[in-house]
């Protein structure tokens, strides 16, 4: 293998002792948050959650190998999670040896799924899904998926697909309800939202700063944690509150369960669509996330780059027996903001989970779960995006109503079908779009040899003559309605049209379906004796033409000047 | 309803007997064809033939209610036949009460999604495929409805989803092969592809011409299946040949099973995704000769009413206990050179063939298979379009590619996952193109305002300012494309750059996403310390960015030459 690319400006400029400065306390921070996040994340995808620690140790040491990103921070995150759960659901009951067998495999597949689509440089795929889109999607998700943490907070169990079945299941069973479970979820629940938002600034008042103040307020949901554990020991609870309860200890839970590959055999078919749609959101998430770091460090987004990335470090969760991961957000954003400079941070974050994995794993039993239903509902709520439809209201109604339909996808039908419906939307919206490309009716502005859309500006026309230009390529898609808009102009000019000639300045390409249109057009025009002229074609459309008879049969002209006054003897 | 459009110009400047002179002989050209081949398509889709016959009655009286197409022949067709069958064999017997239930099911699934999709005015959905991957469906579909069918040529029946495993159970099955089927057939297969290429002219010189001749040459199938159907009666071959056997007579045929309902309500669901695809097939194969019959006829086309004619069409179908019907194209070809000028002519097809139903079905019973299927074998085999592929190889590869793929979807994995990968396969091509939008940086013709391609003109720059035209509208798939150019080429510039100016001439929208982008693109360029500019923005869209505090933040010149010479100090 070649040296991962990010290597080279680090050496450049960069020794290892100022890489450490910048990337090492970020890793701390990363950390801190890494360890509590993943341990809720891993109950999100149904796993035990020493799982959780399993899934962020070798996947970011594969990621930092093949990603780019400089800050990017992979490991387990909620919506993958919530996939997770939601596609092993018909399939196995949530913590069985099976199900802990079919995570990984579905780690193992959406990584291979990524890994390949990395190599075969389809990073554009990100574009199947809009921001609009993946918004609402995403906003939908978090609602499912605090609807699904309430259950663990008051203490009970429910299921459901669906937003309205959840809620109804929730309602059913909260007389059930475990007041010890629900005292100390709301408890966390309490301190997590109180830390979050007081703990920096009461840190800066009692005098703390730097690195210092930032450790402290970021371990806050952690000393949560450690804290709720302490009481349930201290208080004996552990028959009131349902807790993390034994893990395996030490290196013994990095790996594949045995009798797993067993299991994958007759799941693969079924899990298969189910990964790819985990690849394509964790891919969708990670890249955005990672385009808004490219813009605060010096490097290019290389979506390929980050394809292979991610498909390694899943891969490497499945191999480790865990599940699907990806880049999360808000880890992201403080590995940015503590110093990362790049994928090294990943590393280091990697090495201090292994130490926690070692030392701290047998510590977890005590863990109740409804903290960590806390830790989850606090972190997804962050996720409910409601200024970002505001702003498409005022600026783009299609986006908006994108933004509601995959909102209401996620909720009525389900994270699956919900993400389903949603680049369904993003591709219909663009295909209606496309379908219908601007269009303007061309004139010149009297002295110049600037030509104007008719309908903005006082230009001058020729009579028999009509000149329009296409704003856009012509496909397979949009040939339709620009052939019937040209059809329309024709029939309503003043006086009989002899050449109709197309400003083709903005179109940089014509597929073979357009121009079997276009053919059959010229076609037409000619049995009514118009004559059909090109102007301002664009050097490699033009060589394309070339090698088609329909080049020969028209009449081009190197610019809309020429198209203009060229007699109409010309034909 | 209002009346239907079609009989406003038909009203204006025809009259009734003009009408039957042009309609009428039509029909009948074209009901001589129906006859066998709605027959034949029946098999295909596993009915009873005379279903056929009842699928050419009602669904063409429905189409000249609500489609517009002055010639479009619908009726039962090979391509929405076969994938009928194809979507009813895992849950049904082929010919059983049960099956043909679920045809009728099936047919008025897609009616509905149809005419549905029709009030929606979702007509721009035929551009899910375009003419390259349909083509390469339709020719692999054709090459597995011929292996299936000469399985029943030699008599013997084979079932296989791919084009391997129908070839591979066809040579298995040969040795039991029928040779008193394989006899008929043959001669049935040689008779119509002599009378296809020789009856015309044979005719002519026998002096015969217009209306007569054609006629003659046109019933030439009719007569080959009356004369096979004649030899097994005469030559007691019915207990070798295996026939269509006793029918209901007259009206009884034409409706629904009894309890045809209750076998609906479990099939539902899972019936969905095949009508789904059997709708936009049926209806991309109808619109592509609806646009070369409108190129023919003085009438516009509109896809909605295109949508709601095949969706009534289909609902007729499905009440007349028959199964999907669409727009044919031999059919259709005959029917428009035939003279037809208003969809009455289908409203007499369906006249002519009721009389046949009623008069003549009892005559069908001693129909020997082995003629319809050679019927189908010829019909079918003109579907197969190699001439495409040497034009798409010239023209543009990444069409070719697109063909190829399409075939082999359906060869290698059946009609329905065939055009599934066929969508996929567009819908990919669309966004890979979409992606990487042209673009130029811009230089002024000397002495001219014109501005154009530095790497095609002798044009001139000026230092610290950089002139970008991007020929595409800005959305979700291309803003990555476009940033990562603009930085690459801000970083190779020989001095740098203080202004970057886009020349949005080209562009006439920008989607939220998209601006977003720009938002983050503009604040990481002023950190930068350049100024970004927008040139020749359009009048929609700079009403659209008004709304936006992005426009204030930009500096935006009317004209190229205004932004090119304003001092730097402007900023």
Known sequence: MTRPDWLAPWQQDRSWRTSLSGDLPAAVLVTLMLIPQSLAYAMLAGVP??????????????????????????????????????????????????????????????????FVMGLLRLGFIANLL????????????????????????????????????????????????????????????????????????????????????????????????VI?????????????????GQIPAGFSSLGLAPGAPEIWLGALSALFPSALLIAVVGFVESVSMARAIAERRPTALDPNAELRGLGAANLASGLSGAFPVTGGLSRSIVNLEGGAMTPMAGVYSAGLMLLVLLGFGQMLSSLPLTALAALVIVAVATLIDIRLVKRLLKYDRVDALSWLLALCG???????????????????????????????????IPG???????????????????????????????????????????????????????SMGSVSDIDSTALEGLEHFENTLQTQGIALALAELKGPLEDKLRRTGFYDRCNVFRSNQDAFLAPFSAY
């Open 448 to 502: 110049t040899e600037h030509f104007r859309n008719l309908s903005r500006h006082a230009v001058e026309t020729r009579p028999g003559l009509l000149m329009v230009r296409i704003d856009a390529d012509l496909f397979f898609g949009n040939w339709d309605h620009i052939q019937s808009t040209l059809l329309d102009w024709l029939h309503v000019q003043p006086s009989p049209v002899r050449r109709l000639i197309l």
């Open 130 to 225: 809009s921001h609009p889109v993946m918004g609402g999607f995403i906003s939908g998700a978090a609602v499912l998926i605090i609807l699904g943490q309430c259950a663990s907070l008051v203490g009970v169990r429910v299921t459901g697909e669906s937003a309205l079945t959840l809620a109804w299941n929730l309602l059913g069973a909260l007389p059930k309800s475990n007041p010890a479970s629900l005292t100390m979820g709301l408890a966390c629940l309490l301190g997590l939202v109180l830390t979050r938002r007081y703990a920096g600034p009461l840190l800066s008042r009692l005098g703390l700063t730097g690195i210092a103040r930032d450790i402290l307020s970021k371990a806050a949901p952690l000393l949560i944690l």
């Open 228 to 244: 709720a554990a302490l009481l349930v020991k201290a208080l004996h609870l552990e028959d009131e509150v349902q807790t993390v």
């Open 410 to 444: 996620v909720l009525l039908l389900g994270v699956e079908a919900g993400i389903l419906s949603g680049i369904a939307v993003s591709i219909a919206g663009l295909l209606w779009r496309q379908s219908r490309p601007h269009m303007a009716i061309l004139g010149r």
């Open 49 to 114: 959650a020493h799982i959780g620690l399993a899934a962020s140790i070798l996947p970011l040491v594969a990621y930092a190998l093949f990603g780019r990103s400089p800050a990017l921070a992979v490991g387990p995150v909620a919506i993958t999670s919530a996939m997770t759960a939601s596609a092993l659901a018909p399939l196995a009951t949530p913590a069985s040896a099976e199900w802990m067998a079919l995570a990984a495999l579905l780690a193992l597949l959406s990584g291979a799924v990524l």
